[in-house]
């Protein structure tokens, strides 16, 4: 069932343009990187500012600004990966290094609706304090989306 | 006393992140990760990938099934290997470099023969035999 649906995507028209392309796959590539800079980016100094770094910043400007930034990156990244994937389906879905990373940016996403939902989220935001769990969440967050990096980076060497 | 505080973190974290950098360097791009002694193989093409990021052949010789790599798809092309170079049953003599880890079967291409064709992936990195 799984295989037929990524042989079906394999065989896909859109597919077979970027797996082919001089031009499409290399600047998917190169914005597949950059959205991942506006992710890092953005989650790293959230990240941060939870655990008690950048005091003197407001968290709630701060907070808004780089969580927004973080997620339109999470956005652009998981729609440059799609395509990014077309090219090698079955390849990928067989690559430990990439399952692995899809199950850590599944994890890091879970984890950042959770703290974005969360009535500490609202307390850090009006009062600049975080929570024991909210601080946990943060470390959380941090861990995982540096794992989800190296884990993305290490398909290319399996 | 904050700010003396808040870089030694800085740093710490920048020198993990390099220590991180360096460890994925290391692994199978480029040519650190082959011998440097040439290798050649031989044996009959079962699967052949043309399209980014590279060139693929899956080759079965008499030891088993080998993973080759090409070079990057435009660079493969440019050497003349395309759809119509080879097609799966047809033999391929591969002259290139073998991985360190002698676990798996995974070498580089430098030049691939197929049907009394040469074709030089990697001009530069054909071994002189």
Known sequence: ???????????????????????????LNATHI????????????????????????????????TTAMSAIGLALAAGTGFFL??????????????LIKISLVALGTANALVIRFSGAWRMALATGEA????????LLSLSIWISALIAGRWIAFL | MRIRHLSRRTLIAGLAAGALAATTAAAHHGWAWTEDAPFTLTGIIEDIYI????????????????????????RTLRAGFDENAAKVGDEVTVLGFRSRDHAERHMKAARVIVNGNTYDVYPDHVPSI
Do not use: C
């Open chain 1, 1 to 27: 069932m799984l295989p037929e649906w990524l042989q079906a995507l394999h065989d896909w028209q859109v597919a077979a343009l970027v797996r082919r392309s001089f031009y499409v796959y290399p600047l």
């Open chain 1, 85 to 98: 994937f077309t090219v090698q389906p079955l390849e990928y879905a067989g690559n430990p290094a990439f």
């Open chain 1, 34 to 65: 950059f959205s991942l800079t506006l992710l890092i980016g953005g989650i790293l100094p959230a990240d941060l500012r939870m655990l008690g770094l950048f005091r003197g910043v407001a968290a709630a400007p701060f907070l808004r600004l």
């Open chain 1, 131 to 138: 929570t024991p769990g909210l601080r946990f969440a943060a």
């Open chain 2, 51 to 74: 399209g980014n990021p590279h060139v693929t052949l899956k080759v079965r010789a008499e030891d088993g099934v080998w993973d080759v790599d090409l070079a990057p798809l435009s």
